[in-house]
């Protein structure tokens, strides 16, 4: 068998479930690959998922991490007062934008940030998501995070881990804390 | 109830399972924590867990997080010719960095990487593993991660999550990849 240089088949990797550090092992794998010297794309589907200790911490990994953050904020949650249309808008913007930075060649790996949270929200399509998965090169690796990953895609997917929530904090009613949630 | 600032009480989070993403999990929760200013200290239990790509990435955020490389390498596992004796005393040697960083008050959040392994292995004891978490500082979050944390952990943790192996790529016969496996 020849030698693995990393870099012969790029994976699809998964990370779903209800449990925290899917977004996190995301951010994980940025400084890994930035240690690779790899140019990583990170394009967030659903804007205010991050807070601003990850928003700012991921600079320092410039130039080789670039962040996207779409969307129009929470869908449904919070205040939200958005009319649905202009949600569907900034989804199909991030859409069109993960598809012609995978298809760049200008990245190692990028990682589609709550996209599985986007399309159980309905902002993204079956379809689209099957012409995302469709469309990624060979060599690229490609990272999906959310819950509810859908079924399919678990069946494409080379590598899936389920974070289980076991214990969370909220459960011996303390806060959410500055650094672990935000 | 006051706000909370995030530094009132720091968290004991344990992240493990059989799933790839727990290493990947703390990991990305220091881009979070260095996006905040916060100084972080990451000691490794078992040396070779980690390969080059995170040891590089993660200098790109010196010198807010530091990375103590600990341990005598796998155990039992992989051409391992030490005696179980040089294991115990570089794990004694982790031991004793981890507390003396956890209580030095310079560091807002401290991970012990694959101390559940260490633990499993024997060459931490149980006694040692409560003394540890007996000493974390109210303010200090404390990340504990690898396969099989012990029950008591889990009851003395804030947030639990397991990371659960749905799919891994070698059920699909690719072999390790560079930047996901290592």
Redesign the interface.
């Known amino acids: ?1 020849p030698e ?4 012969s ?1 790029g ?1 699809l ?5 209800d ?18 010297g ?1 140019k990583v794309a990170v394009i967030q589907f659903i804007k205010g998922s991050w807070k ?10 410039a130039p080789n991490v670039e962040l996207d953050i779409m969307g129009e904020g929470f869908v449904g949650i919070i205040d939200d007062d958005k009319p649905m249309e202009q949600h569907r808008e900034a989804a199909k913007k991030a859409y069109d934008l993960a598809l012609e930075k995978m298809t760049s060649g200008k990245y ?2 990028v990682i589609l940030d709550e996209l599985n949270v986007a399309l159980t929200l309905g902002l993204i399509s079956f379809d689209e998501l099957k012409e995302l998965v469709s469309q990624k090169p060979q060599k690229l ?1 490609l990272v999906i995070t959310g819950r509810g990953a859908k079924n399919w895609l ?1 069946e494409q ?13 909220y459960q ?1 009613g ?7 949630d935000y």
């Open positions: 068998m693995n240089d990393g870099k088949k994976l990797i998964v990370y779903t479930g449990g925290k550090g899917k977004t996190t092992a995301a951010l994980g794998m940025t400084i890994r690959a930035v240690g690779y790899w601003y200790g990850e928003m700012d911490g991921i600079k320092k990994l190692d790996l690796h678990i997917a080379d590598l899936v881990t389920e974070m289980k929530e076991v214990k969370h904090p011996k303390i806060l959410a804390q500055k650094g672990v």
